[in-house]
């Protein structure tokens, strides 16, 4: 065999192999769920989410919260990136309000709808199964408008990201107990407020609460209805 010929055998070769790797690396990217279709996700018992106000301290909770969702398309080898979407967010009812300090009390809904739930990563062993994600959206982010009284003032506040730092969650789900935690949302902060020790551009956290921590079985945050199985090779 003559050294040309030995070249192109080798870089071919070469190629071959860097092929088989970058295809064996999109396989274990893919995504598996299951069933398409519309379902609905409410806060299981026990479980409150806590807005906090990380510049004043004042933390608002609610211990009722729901958000209507769907699976645009069941099967396998999908992409994680918008695997499911949330198209409605509230938090707090007429007759269960969300509540804070010195008696405030208050609802949300959800802004920048609808929200894009992508799978990151996945193990097997918890809880039959365990995805960890992000929720997005697209402008300043997922954020909330809040409406009620706060400190005995009626007021409203928007929070939020910006458009170069949007607002992003990060959250859990587990295939068993088909629970979904929230477990931090990254760039939040309020955009606007005419509510008392609640100011534009103090920043918050929010999560579900007890927390949940990954690689653990998540025992608190939203039920999701019908149950969802999400699984990655």
Do not use: E
């Not at 921590?213 to 999400?230: D, N, T």
């Amino acid at each position: 065999m003559n050294k040309r010929l030995s070249r192109i055998l080798f870089v071919s070769g070469g190629a071959a192999a860097v092929i088989a790797l970058s295809a064996g690396a999109g396989f274990a990217a893919t995504w598996s769920i299951s069933p398409a279709g519309n379902f609905i996700g409410s806060l299981n018992a026990g479980t409150t989410t806590s807005l906090k106000d990380t510049t004043s301290g004042v933390t608002l909770s609610c211990a009722k919260a729901s958000s209507n969702g769907n699976v645009p398309k069941a099967g396998h080898g999908l992409s994680g990136n918008g695997i499911a979407t949330i198209t409605k967010v509230t938090f707090g009812t007429s007759s269960v309000k969300c509540t804070g300090p010195a008696g405030s009390t208050f609802t949300a809904v959800g802004l920048n709808l609808p929200w894009k739930l992508n799978a990151v990563s996945y193990k097997a062993s918890v809880d039959g199964g365990q995805t960890t994600g992000t929720i997005t959206a697209a402008g300043t982010g997922v954020g909330g408008k809040i409406t009620g009284t706060v400190l005995g003032v009626s007021c409203s506040a928007t929070i939020g990201g910006t458009k170069a730092a949007p607002a992003k969650a990060s959250g859990l789900y587990d295939n068993k107990s088909h629970l979904l935690a929230i477990t931090k949302v990254t760039n939040l902060k309020v955009l606007s407020s005419n509510c008392p020790t609640v100011n534009v551009g103090d920043g918050s956290t929010f999560i579900t609460a007890p927390a949940s921590k990954a690689g653990k079985a998540v025992s608190h945050g939203y039920l999701i209805a019908p149950g969802i199985k999400i699984t990655s090779p």
